[in-house]
């Protein structure tokens, strides 16, 4: 095998897409991937079923905080690619440790790691939402972090932490901040799965507030190969925006969940807002396009429209979700 890659997260939702991109037909030959993940409750082996059987894949079932298991895996692999995190602002809201453990510590588990064995290389993936609410225009890599949620707080640390081993250290660490992923294998607790299941269950869809918060929305598919593209030609110590170019309102994205399942507004429930609720997200991609050359490929109509088919097709997947805790 030519390159050996650790994949930590890998049977979450974007890491497991990642993980099939590379095993799969439009993947890099020669390539070994092996996956650490602790499936939490948002983790899922089975998002791996599609590429379970390739000779290229190992699972370790493991804490990317347990110091001596992340040592020993990074000191076999060329180059990791961190996915590993809790994600969910809701949860983070309600109990903040977890993501200060994880996204914090585990991050700093992970640059350890790679730095005592040689300086691996590093794609540390984070989120949009570290740079806080845009009121007008978009956040390019140069703008401020300005986190307004735990979960957020927690990802600018680790983004900071990365960073800073570059600086210090030499470390070869590219940072990436996506804007709102959707697609398929998605946990249900996420907007757009959670409102496609909730409506093909014959249920209300609960929408915060007045549903005018703004969001850019980016295939699953279309991040990986971004990430893949950072990882083969990215520049140490550079953060790449990744964006999809598609800014809604969660309004107006409920109502097209609606005409994708038969139905009307009147299964919209509206709810409290979210404590501290980020009015607008929005990020500047350019400089992904201009050095790297991405360009998103999908298109978002009929790309929310296949997820909405996958959700219908596979309820064995996401029902047993609804109820675990």
């Known amino acids: 095998m030519s390159s050996t890659i650790l994949v930590t997260g890998g049977a979450g939702f974007i890491g497991s897409a990642y993980v099939r991109h590379l095993l799969g037909p439009d993947g890099p030959r020669d390539t070994a991937v092996t996956v650490l993940d602790k499936l939490t409750y948002a983790g899922s082996i089975a998002r791996l079923d599609p590429v379970g059987a390739h000779p290229g894949l190992t699972f370790v079932r493991g804490d990317v905080c347990d110091t001596e298991l992340v040592a020993s895996l990074v000191a ?129 869809v609960p929408l915060y ?46 109502h097209r969940l609606l005409a994708l399942c038969g139905a009307g507004p009147e299964r919209i429930r509206t709810v409290d807002d979210r404590k501290g609720h980020d009015r607008r997200y929005a990020v500047d991609h350019t400089k992904i396009t201009d050095e790297l050359g991405h360009h998103p490929r999908g298109d978002f109509d009929s790309d929310l429209a296949a997820t909405a088919d996958w959700y219908k097709q596979h309820p064995d997947w996401w029902r047993p979700l609804l109820t675990a805790p």
């Open 209 to 254: 507030g007045d549903g005018l918060q703004i969001r850019d929305w980016l295939y699953v598919d279309d991040h990986v190969r971004a990430l893949e593209r950072v990882r083969l030609a990215g520049r140490p110590g550079e953060t790449y925006n990744i964006g999809g170019g598609t800014s809604l309102t969660n309004l107006d994205l409920t």
């Open 76 to 204: 076999g692999h060329d180059q990791i690619v961190h996915f590993a995190a809790e994600s969910h602002v809701d949860r983070s809201i309600e109990d903040g440790g977890a993501f200060a453990r994880t996204n914090v510590l585990g991050t700093q588990v992970l640059l350890d790691a790679a730095l005592r064995h040689g300086g691996r290389t590093l794609v540390h993936v984070s989120t949009d939402e570290v740079y806080g609410s845009i009121p007008r225009g978009a956040a390019t890599e140069h703008t401020p972090l300005a986190p307004s949620s735990p979960y957020a707080a927690s990802k600018a640390a680790a983004d900071l932490l990365a960073l800073a081993y570059r600086h210090t250290h030499g470390l070869d660490v590219r940072v990436t901040r996506c804007s709102n992923n959707f697609g398929p294998y998605q946990h249900p607790e996420k907007l757009v799965p959670r409102f496609l299941t909730a409506l093909l269950d014959g249920g209300t």
